[in-house]
C-alpha cells in the first residue's frame, strides 16, 4: 500500500478512537477522567507489548495463535518459582524464559519441520494452556507470594507506573525496529512476495524464527507483568487474549495476507477496543455484549479497510491512465491537430 493509503488509514482510525472517546464522554463524564484514561492505557498495556511482535510477525504472513497461553504460562511460572522462594529477579527471568522458550518452539515447528503456522501455534495454545493448569493443579497461586511480586505491576517510577515505562520501552524498541533495522524492512518484502524475498538474498527462515522469538518474548513480558498486576498466578489468565491482540493487529490495518501494516495502526487499535469496553463497563452493559461489539467492529475494520483500498487502487489506476492518454506507443505526444 502507497504512503497516502497508510496516512489516510492511520487518519480513519484516529478519527474512530475520538468519536469513541466523544460518545461516551457524552454518555458518562467519568469516562475522560484523568484516572480512567491511564487506567485504559495501563489495561492495554499488555496488548500493545504482545501486539508489537504480533504486528510484525503478521506482516510477514505469519500468525501466533499461542499468545494467550504463553502469557498465562510465562505469568504461572513467575508465580511458581516466586513461592518457592526464588529471588524475584530469577523468577522474573524464568518467567521471560518460557515465553522465550514457547516462541522458539513454534519457530521450529514452522521454519523447520513445516508445519502451517496456524497449526503449529494452536497446538502450542493448548500445550500452554495445558502446563499452565498442570503447574498449579488448576488452582490460583496466591497464598505465599512474597510482597514484591506484585510491585512490577502496581509500583510506579516516580508519578509513571512501572507499566506503562515498560510498555513505552517496548514501544520504542519496535518502532526502531520496523523503521530503521532490516527486520522491518524484510518483514514486509518476506509478507508481499516470499518468493521474491528469497530470489533476492533474504534470509527468509531466519527472520521468521526471529520474529516468533520476539512473540514469545514479549507475550513471556506481559506475563509475569499481568501476573504481578493481579498479585495471582491464575491459570485461567489469557484466555482470549490472543484473539484481542489480532484483533487489535488487524483493525489496525495489517493485512491477514501479509505484506502491509504499522505499529501505529496497532496501536491505535488498541486502544479502540480498550476504550469500547471500559466505556460499556461504565454503562453497565455485560460483558457478553462487549464480546459482541468487539466482533463487530473487527468485522466493520475490515470492510472499511478493503473498501479504502480499493478505492485508492482506483483512483491509482485512473490516474495512471491519465498520465499515459496522451503518449503514444513510441514514446511520442498525440498529435491533436493538423500538421
Known amino acids: 500500500m502507497n504512503r497516502k493509503a497508510v496516512d489516510l488509514q492511520k487518519l480513519v482510525l484516529v478519527g474512530i478512537l475520538a468519536l469513541v472517546v466523544v460518545v461516551f464522554a457524552v454518555l458518562n463524564p467519568r469516562f475522560i477522567r484523568g484516572t480512567n484514561l491511564v487506567y485504559i492505557l495501563i489495561q492495554n498495556s499488555f496488548v500493545i507489548i504482545a501486539g508489537c511482535a504480533v504486528t510484525l510477525l503478521m506482516i510477514a504472513g505469519q500468525i501466533d495463535l499461542s499468545i494467550g497461553s504463553t502469557v498465562c504460562l510465562a505469568g504461572m511460572a513467575f508465580a511458581y518459582v516466586s513461592r518457592a522462594g526464588a529471588p524475584i529477579g530469577l523468577a522474573l527471568l524464568i ?95 518476506i509478507g508481499g512476495n516470499r518468493t521474491a524475498a528469497v530470489l533476492s538474498g533474504i534470509n527468509a527462515d531466519g ?37 484481542d491482540v489480532i484483533v487489535a493487529v488487524v483493525l489496525g490495518g495489517t493485512s ?10 496497532m496501536i491505535i487499535g488498541s486502544l479502540i477496543i480498550g476504550s469500547l469496553g471500559t466505556g460499556l463497563k461504565l ?39 491519465g498520465l499515459t492518454a496522451g503518449v503514444s506507443p513510441e514514446g511520442h505526444g498525440r498529435k491533436t491537430g493538423a500538421a
Open 207 to 243: 527472520i521468521v524464527m526471529v520474529l516468533y522469538i520476539l512473540a514469545g518474548l514479549m507475550a513471556g513480558i506481559a506475563g509475569v507483568m499481568m501476573a504481578s498486576r493481579l498479585a495471582v498466578g491464575d491459570p485461567n489468565i489469557g484466555i482470549g487474549f490472543e484473539f
Open 283 to 321: 454503562m453497565n452493559v455485560f460483558t457478553f455484549f462487549q464480546s459482541i461489539m468487539k466482533g463487530i467492529v473487527l468485522v466493520l475494520a475490515v470492510l472499511l479497510d478493503q473498501n479504502l483500498k480499493a478505492r485508492l487502487r482506483a483512483m491509482g489506476t485512473r490516474g495512471r491512465r
Open 95 to 189: 518467567g521471560l524464559g518460557v515465553g522465550l522458550a514457547v516462541g522458539l518452539i513454534n519457530a521450529v515447528m514452522v521454519v523447520k519441520l513445516h508445519i502451517t503456522p496456524f497449526i503449529a501455534t494452536l497446538g502450542t495454545m493448548y500445550m500452554g494452556r495445558g502446563l499452565s493448569y498442570l503447574v498449579s493443579d488448576g488452582l490460583v497461586i496466591r497464598e505465599g507470594l512474597p510482597d514484591v511480586f506484585s510491585s512490577l505491576g502496581t509500583d510506579g517510577i516516580g508519578p509513571v507506573p512501572i507499566t506503562l515505562v515498560v510498555l513505552a520501552v517496548v514501544v520504542a524498541v519496535f518502532f526502531a525496529l520496523e523503521r530503521k533495522s532490516v527486520l522491518g524492512k524484510y518483514s514486509i518484502a
Open 256 to 265: 491477514l495476507a501479509g505484506g502491509e501494516g504499522s505499529l501505529i495502526g
